[in-house]
């Protein structure tokens, strides 16, 4: 594998190999000459005294030496240049290929492991490659001419020396296993390590205030631990891939110099031709053990050779092959037959017809898993169906050239990633060549304009760390104005104001819902008081579509869209929505306070506190004591399941209005999964302390309860 890039860099880079082979030549010339000058030095100048051979032999070396010099300036000149374009091009190489791929990739190469490919196993690469260039190279053409001319001198001494030689490579066939598992588990924990660093970055915020940092800490250093462990196993491994081929060295050279004295001693040697023979060999021997000496490199390039291949054989979901341009679309885009799955086998979308029509204000919903997000990722050709086709003004999208479908769309997602840069910047990423006048008309149009003129610094307000600087507002702001630049004709919603506080993002939807009267929009959002606004509403269930129209009109069918409306109802939230409250009847429509007097539903509805999470926060694990029940009032949680193999697996996702840990009310039984937030959360909780007076003093309450129990138990 390693000898395939080297031909690849031979056949990228012809010129500066070429000079880096010339100054080898070059350096083995003179290293054979000088070790060979000492018979003509001994025996025809300094033995007869003939003043003409000394200045002859001296004025060679003089003039070779000084050729030496200027093409090993120019062969180090040639590999830096080499060098440098080796690195720029594989990591040029593997952005090129991550930038093609989808969310899967993404999902299996986490940030530390992209990282380590740029910062470590590259660099990797890179190294071994100049060293077989440059030393490998070097050492094998001086082992092949110095042998040449070591026969020519003395076979029998030679053929020895060629047989102890095998003392040199002893130690690569006897170690190379060892080394290539300890480099292999020696990066599986770097990647480990550069994805908490990561982590930690991201969360530094949750990590502070519930003050995780000790046992962050712990996390860190426990694999710190690790890797100095495994890393001092490795460097022990190829320590001694380097110094016990200078062992055989030292045992072959003893040998030598013992035969070739007795050979001096018989007369079959001159002193002049002993002493170049040991020169010459010398000069191989070094060669030799340069061999040696670059193959824990090429050990090393092999395992990172093997990671970077693992990224870059990862096949993209999406080919884009279209030829022709997408026409200015007006009228319709539609999911004809369409069937997708994320997992073979396990189907998401199945024989799926949608149409939406390019008019006004669509909102898609659902409840979790129903495949709302899945048809947005289809839509904007983020993933391609199975089977069907997306087809916009009846042109299938797979045939079309993706910039010219880009080029009609707008997106805002839930996550208002924005650049290091300026405000201007980050809102002309999708229109570089925009005016002042153009980039004024999107953000007075997402209404930001004058919150941004009032900054100091104005459009030029440098953003930081994705925007940490801003409110959630201004950010989600800033990345509509950034959509709207483009003048799109359809602008897609991804939960575009899910995690913003309630008055932010009221107003939000306020500038959105004005926007659909001179545009096409189509959300996709889990939040009913906001799809209420909406000309339209698309109901999905189980990757198909069951109800769709009006609001009103959703309500009067008292089908799943009445069911979902009605679970969001019954909570009042706080101006900022820091805090909220649920009211009794909504209590009432959970199975296991139905039944139960108004007045003990009121006592209830007291004792509910919020609690506001993050996004990525653990609320609980698996098998941690069930304490508390709660109702999410907004955000949304996924429930994972570890099996007994240690194998992690989503089994549910809950949002607002959905609750969760209701057992915990009864008794006090270890928790069945563990609940991440998947976005800002605010929850209502309710403990078992709290509520268990009150459940002694209603005997309903706690007859309801035992009866869900039997039921999940």
């Avoid at 029998?156 to 006897?174: D, E, H, N, Q, V």
């Avoid at 006048?437 to 930081?464: D, M, S």
């Avoid at 801003?470 to 897609?492: C, E, K, M, N, V």
Wanted: charged residues 20%; glycine residues 8%; aromatic residues 8%.
């Amino acid at each position: 594998m390693l000898w395939k890039t080297i031909v690849a860099s031979v056949r990228s880079s012809p010129f500066f190999i070429s000079v880096i082979v010339f100054g080898v030549l070059i350096d083995l010339v003179f290293r054979y000459l000088s070790s060979l000058s000492y018979k003509y030095l001994i025996d025809k100048a300094l033995l007869p005294r003939d003043l003409e051979a000394l200045a002859i032999v001296i004025g060679v070396l003089v003039a070779m030496g000084l050729l030496n010099v200027i093409t090993g300036v120019t062969s180090d000149y040639a590999k830096a240049r080499l060098d440098a374009q080796l690195l720029m091009g594989y990591r040029s190489a593997l952005f090129r290929h991550m930038q093609a791929q989808t969310h899967r990739f993404y999902e299996r190469f986490q940030f530390g492991d992209l990282l380590a490919r740029y910062f470590d196993d590259i660099p990797g690469i890179q190294h071994a490659v100049l060293q077989v260039f440059g030393g490998g190279l070097l050492s094998i053409t001086s082992v092949a001419i110095g042998l040449g001319i070591l026969f020519t001198m003395e076979w029998k001494l030679t053929l020895l020396a060629l047989i102890g030689s095998i003392l040199l490579f002893l130690p690569y066939r006897m170690l190379k296993s060892r080394s290539l598992a300890l480099a292999d588990t020696y990066y599986t924990h770097l990647d480990q390590f550069n994805g908490l660093i990561d982590e930690n970055m991201k969360a530094y915020r949750v990590i502070r205030v519930f003050d995780m940092r000790h046992s962050m800490l712990a996390k860190v250093e426990g694999t710190l631990r690790t890797m100095a462990s495994v890393g001092v196993k490795r460097s022990f491994v190829d320590a001694n891939l380097n110094r016990l081929p200078l062992l055989g060295i030292s045992i072959l050279t003893a040998i030598i110099l013992a035969y070739g004295s007795y050979l001096t001693f018989d007369g079959r040697l001159s002193v002049g031709e002993f002493i170049a023979y040991n020169f010459v060999f010398a000069t191989v021997g070094n060669s030799m053990y340069g061999i040696a000496a670059i193959l824990p490199y090429v050990l090393s390039a092999k395992t990172n050779l093997q990671r970077l291949h693992e990224v870059m054989e990862w096949k993209p979901d999406v080919t884009e092959q279209g030829a022709k341009d997408l026409p200015a679309v007006h009228s319709q885009i539609e999911l004809c037959d369409v069937t997708f799955a994320y997992v073979p086998g396990e189907l998401v979308l199945q024989h799926l017809d949608l149409s939406i029509p390019l008019s006004g204000y669509t909102s898609i919903v659902g409840p979790s898993g129903s495949g709302k997000s899945t048809v947005l990722q289809l839509l904007l050709r983020f993933a391609d169906p199975e089977d069907g086709a997306v087809m916009y003004d009846g042109q299938n999208i797979r045939e079309v050239q993706y910039a010219s479908l880009l080029s009609q769309v707008g997106i805002v997602f839930q996550d208002s990633i924005l650049f290091l840069g300026s405000i201007r910047e980050n809102i002309v990423i999708g229109k570089p060549d925009a005016t002042d006048e153009e980039v004024e008309e999107a953000a007075r149009a997402a209404e930001i304009h004058e919150t941004i003129e009032a900054f100091q610094e104005g459009y030029q307000t440098l953003v930081r760390n994705h925007g940490d600087n801003l409110s959630g507002g201004q950010r989600q702001r800033i990345a509509l104005a950034r959509a709207l630049l483009r003048r799109p004709h359809i602008l897609f919603l991804d939960e575009a104001t899910s995690a913003l506080d309630p008055d932010t993002e009221q107003s939000v939807n306020k500038t959105i819902l004005s926007l659909s009267r001179s545009m096409t929009i189509v959300s996709v959002t889990h939040r009913l008081a906001y799809a209420a606004m909406s000309d339209r509403i698309i109901v999905l269930d189980k990757g198909k579509v069951t109800e769709s129209g009006p609001h009103e009109q959703l309500l009067e069918q008292h089908g799943l869209y009445h069911r979902m409306w009605e679970k969001q109802q019954g909570f009042v939230l706080s101006r900022g929505g820091g805090s909220a409250r649920v009211q009794a009847e909504r209590l009432r429509s959970l199975p296991f306070f139905q039944g139960i007097e108004q007045g003990a539903l009121e006592q209830i509805s007291q004792l509910f506190i919020a609690e506001k999470f993050e996004a990525g926060i653990t609320i609980f694990e698996q098998d941690d004591p069930g304490e508390t029940f709660y109702l999410i009032a907004r955000g949304k949680v996924e429930i994972i399941k570890t099996t007994d193999s240690g194998i992690r697996s989503r089994v549910a996702v809950l949002a607002d209005g959905d609750h969760f840990g209701e057992i915990a009310l009864m008794q006090n039984i270890p928790r069945t999964a563990s609940v991440v937030t998947l976005m800002p959360c605010l929850l209502l909780s309710l403990s078992r302390d709290h509520f268990h007076p009150l459940m002694m003093s209603y005997s309903s309450i706690r007859e309801a309860l035992e009866a869900t129990l039997k039921m999940r138990v």
